[in-house]
């Protein structure tokens, strides 16, 4: 059953329906589940507690070791790249700029700058990695809907999935314990820019709830090893989601906003207001310092535009599974649905609801310009949808638009961006969405 009234989704979402087999199906790795594919939801509140925090967007704003990932990743990786093409008149690939970026973002908060990923600067690396990681995307759909079929078919000798998959799988299960091996190494880090900020907190959260080799020395031994497996699950579904979402997110941002050239100069306007500036190359007589948080979060117009194109554009737009309790539920007018009934809401569809998004089809950042306790803006706010609700919405939300907004600023500073190729620029139809071509090609000019 698929819930579009806004009423029913409260009733999934806040109201305690627990997750489907659907999860762990599609997303577990390693042999076990992340906080993200946990069915269950007083497992899912435990492993919650103990990542909440330094994810909270007070922290992320507060965070000197976010403060030192930015600087790091904006000044000395990003920009250099678009100054280098908007001088040379070189037109890029921002789609897998994206794609680098937030992988490099996502990593550095995780693990640490020096666990992490430098895709912005290794282009080699980052094309190898993320061919082996997309390549495998096509063959969800068998773990997701039919995994019986998967059985049989094993038993059958019929690949369903090819063996180049399997060893795809391994590839990344194997970089996925390297960058927590490495991690490791940082454990006791005090510069802000090596610690491995989630890593740690996760581990550390975790080993207190390991029986003591005294008490135990088999029983510790062998939590130990499972330990590791959950906590590399739970950092791999992190760095996938996290990059992956945010990538496409922002390539449809840069795509809607390079055909508004007078809504680049009306965003520069606002962007100039910000102390420091971010401005490349930096003077010689500056340091290369960033704006707060907070300041870059209180732009009206920066908000409405991020806000529109992750409601026209969700990166997960689909279906987010639950089912029904027992012993019987009403939902959406049909009475006496049986327990363990699959149902579900998509971004997707209530985002497109006209009555609350007129003309919902198109991009219109300024209708996220109402006053902020208007009706009108109570409304949209209630029905925007691109993170989830509720106890199991995404934990990351805080940190996926503070890394955009911080992007966009950045970029939209420097320079104006108009499109050269935008073939394949719809989106795949799949959970987590991308453009069908995987690419999107603009000219960068120097403002």
């Known amino acids: 059953m698929l819930l579009t009234r806004n009423s029913a989704q409260l009733t999934v979402y806040a109201g305690g329906f627990e997750k489907h087999a659907w999860y762990p199906r599609a997303f577990g790795s390693y042999g076990t589940v992340s906080m993200f594919t946990m069915t269950g939801s007083k497992p899912h509140s435990v492993r919650k507690r103990m990542l909440s925090n330094i994810y909270s967007k007070s922290y992320l704003q507060s965070s000197p070791h976010l403060n030192a990932i930015s600087r790091t990743i904006i000044y000395d990786r990003l920009l250099p790249i678009l100054h280098e093409a908007a001088s040379s008149k070189t037109a890029i690939d921002v789609h897998e700029i994206n794609q680098a970026l937030t992988m490099d973002f996502v990593s550095a908060y995780l693990f640490g700058l020096p666990s992490g990923t430098n895709f912005l600067q290794d282009v080699p690396l980052r094309r190898m990695m993320l061919h082996i990681y997309q390549c495998r995307k096509p063959f969800e759909f068998y773990h997701q809907e039919v995994p019986n079929l998967l059985g049989w078919a094993r038993v059958l000798r019929i690949p369903l999935i090819p063996k180049w998959c399997d060893e795809a799988n391994c590839v990344m299960d194997t970089w996925g314990l390297k960058f927590c091996d490495n991690a490791d190494k940082y454990l006791t880090a005090t510069d802000p820019g090596s610690e491995p900020v989630v890593y740690k907190q996760l581990k550390q959260s975790m080993e207190k709830q390991l029986p003591t080799k005294e008490e135990d020395p088999e029983a510790n031994a062998q939590a130990l090893r499972q330990m590791r497996l959950e906590i590399a699950c739970e950092m791999f579904d992190h760095l996938t989601a996290g990059h992956e979402t945010s990538a496409a997110a922002l390539t449809w941002l840069y795509w809607e906003l390079s055909k508004y050239p007078d809504l680049q100069r009306e965003l520069r306007k606002e962007l100039l207001t910000l102390s420091p500036t971010i401005v490349y190359p930096v003077p010689t007589t500056a340091s290369p310092d960033l704006p707060h948080p907070r300041s870059i979060d209180a732009l009206p117009l920066l908000q409405a535009i991020v806000m529109e194109t992750l409601r026209l554009h969700a990166p997960i737009p689909g279906i987010q599974p639950r089912v029904t309790p027992y012993p019987a539920t009403s939902l959406c007018g049909y009475d006496n649905i049986p327990p363990n009934t699959r149902v579900n809401a ?102």
């Open 346 to 447: 998509q971004a997707y569809s209530l985002h497109r609801n006209p009555e609350v998004f007129p003309e919902p089809e198109t991009w219109q950042p300024k209708r996220w310009l109402k006053p902020h306790d208007s009706p009108e803006m109570e409304e949209m706010r209630r029905w925007f949808w691109a993170f989830g609700s509720g106890g199991r919405m995404c934990v990351g939300s805080n940190l996926a638009v503070q890394e955009m907004k911080l992007t966009v600023a950045a970029i939209y500073t420097n320079f104006t961006t108009s499109i050269i190729d935008d073939t394949g620029i719809e989106a795949i139809d799949a959970y987590t969405v991308k453009p069908k071509g995987n690419k999107l090609i603009l000219k960068f000019e120097n403002v």
